[in-house]
């Protein structure tokens, strides 16, 4: 039996109707500092450690194999490999050795990145949900130990086979999608979805919807994990917590609203905040441009609609209205320069203590 399934985690138990709370890292931080926090999550009972994968960052599987190897109950999770600059045979290498590290804890989602970043590889990304489906289709094969003669629209593999035996054949593969397009083909071939920050609530409910229609539609089983990222900012002053979370979100929601310009899909998922109209997106935006901190930039409904912050008891109520819409899993991004003593606090009222 994998060593995750022998501990339970924060959400799991203490307060049943909160979703699974997990922690993002990334190539972003020092690999030091995230194995660091990987500890600190796992003595805290959190569910996993996230670690997503931007281009041109660090990549992350020395980190997430040095956490993988100094602990023995917290998941090991990599959001997202994309195929255009690790191509599926070589995903499910990785992923097949990283998960024999981590003793059947290791867990992967599969998207296709943001093309902007692959084009100034030289590479095209003009087929986003045609590589996705050849990565999955070949990866998940892989891990089976079959022979992949597989040839796709965009990714290929011809006579290939693990050299290995996968510890677990049948590692769920999760998918990133935000489009409906996408999200209906994650219903049709994934194991989970992954959902970006900057999708508020009302998107998950919506986008769970899109997910499970198509499972029904294509007669497989619904996806059961839904795994969202989100920043976290909790202190034991809320005005505090707001702060923090208004100085992430703007640094977050520039770019994300200048990729809505090229990506409709990416302004869709940001226009289902509901308390918020494309003309308050816009006026933030641009006195964000113009340099205006954060914290006046950006009202209230800016928080509540895209982060989880407050006092605890905030934080929770809000992480309930995700599991209400759908997410089985939050991965949190704590805010602040020290996040050891927020992912404890919050751990701990998640588990009803202090």
Same mark, same amino acid.
């Given at each position: 039996?994998?060593?995750? %399934?022998?501990?339970?985690?924060?959400?799991?138990?203490?307060?049943?109707?909160?979703?699974?709370?997990?922690?993002? @890292?990334?190539?972003?931080?020092?690999?030091?500092?995230?194995?660091?926090?990987?500890?600190?999550?796992?003595?805290?009972?959190?569910?996993?450690?996230?670690?997503?994968?931007?281009?041109?960052? =660090?990549?992350?599987?020395?980190?997430?194999?040095?956490?993988?190897?100094a602990t023995r109950a917290?998941?090991?999770?990599?959001?997202?490999?994309?195929?255009?600059?690790?191509?599926?045979?070589?995903?499910?290498?990785?992923?097949?050795?990283?998960?024999?590290?981590?003793?059947?804890?290791?867990?992967?989602?599969?998207?296709?990145?943001?093309?902007?970043?692959?084009? =100034?590889?030289?590479?095209?990304?003009?087929?986003?949900?045609?590589?996705?489906?050849?990565?999955?289709?070949?990866?998940?094969?892989?891990?089976?130990?079959?022979?992949?003669?597989?040839?796709?629209?965009?990714?290929?593999?011809?006579?290939?086979?693990?050299?290995?035996?996968?510890?677990?054949?049948?590692?769920?593969?999760?998918?990133?999608?935000?489009?409906?397009?996408?999200?209906?083909?994650? #219903?049709?071939?994934?194991?989970?979805?992954?959902?970006?920050?900057?999708?508020?609530? %009302?998107?998950?409910?919506?986008?769970?919807?899109?997910?499970?229609?198509?499972?029904?539609?294509?007669?497989?089983?619904?996806?059961?994990?839904?795994?969202?990222?989100?920043?976290?900012?909790?202190?034991?002053?809320?005005?505090?917590?707001?702060? @923090?979370?208004?100085?992430?979100?703007?640094?977050?929601?520039a770019s994300f609203w200048? @990729?809505?310009?090229?990506?409709?899909?990416?302004?869709?998922? @940001?226009?289902?905040?509901?308390?918020?109209?494309?003309?308050?997106?816009?006026?933030?935006?641009?006195?964000?441009?113009? #340099? %205006? =901190?954060?914290?006046?930039?950006?009202?209230?409904?800016?928080?509540?609609?895209?982060?989880?912050?407050?006092?605890?008891?905030?934080?929770?109520?809000?992480?309930?209205?995700?599991?209400?819409?759908?997410?089985?899993?939050?991965?949190?991004?704590?805010?602040?320069?020290?996040?050891?003593?927020?992912?404890?606090?919050?751990?701990?009222?998640?588990?009803?203590?202090?």
């Amino acid at each position: 039996m994998p060593l995750a %399934e022998t501990t339970w985690s924060v959400g799991e138990q203490g307060v049943a109707d909160l979703p699974k709370l997990s922690v993002r @890292l990334s190539g972003a931080i020092d690999p030091r500092q995230c194995l660091e926090l990987a500890r600190i999550a796992e003595a805290n009972r959190y569910h996993s450690v996230w670690f997503a994968e931007n281009a041109f960052a =660090r990549g992350v599987l020395p980190a997430a194999s040095a956490c993988a190897a100094a602990t023995r109950a917290v998941g090991i999770g990599i959001g997202v490999f994309n195929p255009y600059n690790r191509h599926p045979t070589l995903m499910a290498m990785e992923i097949g050795a990283l998960d024999e590290l981590a003793q059947g804890r290791a867990r992967l989602a599969i998207g296709s990145g943001i093309a902007a970043p692959t084009e =100034r590889m030289g590479l095209h990304a003009d087929r986003p949900l045609a590589a996705v489906r050849d990565a999955i289709t070949i990866v998940r094969a892989m891990l089976k130990g079959e022979e992949v003669d597989y040839a796709g629209a965009v990714f290929s593999a011809r006579k290939v086979k693990l050299d290995f035996p996968a510890l677990r054949p049948d590692m769920p593969l999760l998918m990133a999608a935000r489009g409906e397009q996408a999200l209906a083909l994650c #219903g049709r071939i994934a194991d989970g979805l992954i959902i970006s920050n900057m999708c508020p609530a %009302e998107f998950t409910q919506a986008a769970v919807a899109v997910v499970r229609e198509a499972a029904r539609q294509a007669h497989r089983p619904v996806p059961a994990e839904v795994v969202q990222y989100i920043p976290c900012a909790v202190r034991l002053d809320r005005a505090e917590a707001y702060g @923090l979370a208004k100085a992430v979100l703007g640094d977050m929601l520039a770019s994300f609203w200048s @990729l809505g310009e090229h990506v409709p899909a990416a302004k869709a998922a @940001l226009l289902r905040a509901q308390a918020l109209s494309e003309s308050d997106f816009a006026t933030a935006v641009a006195r964000l441009r113009a #340099g %205006e =901190r954060a914290t006046e930039a950006l009202d209230d409904r800016f928080v509540e609609a895209f982060a989880i912050a407050g006092t605890a008891d905030d934080a929770l109520a809000q992480a309930r209205r995700y599991a209400n819409a759908g997410a089985s899993e939050l991965v949190l991004t704590f805010a602040g320069r020290r996040p050891e003593p927020d992912m404890q606090h919050l751990a701990n009222a998640a588990r009803g203590i202090g």
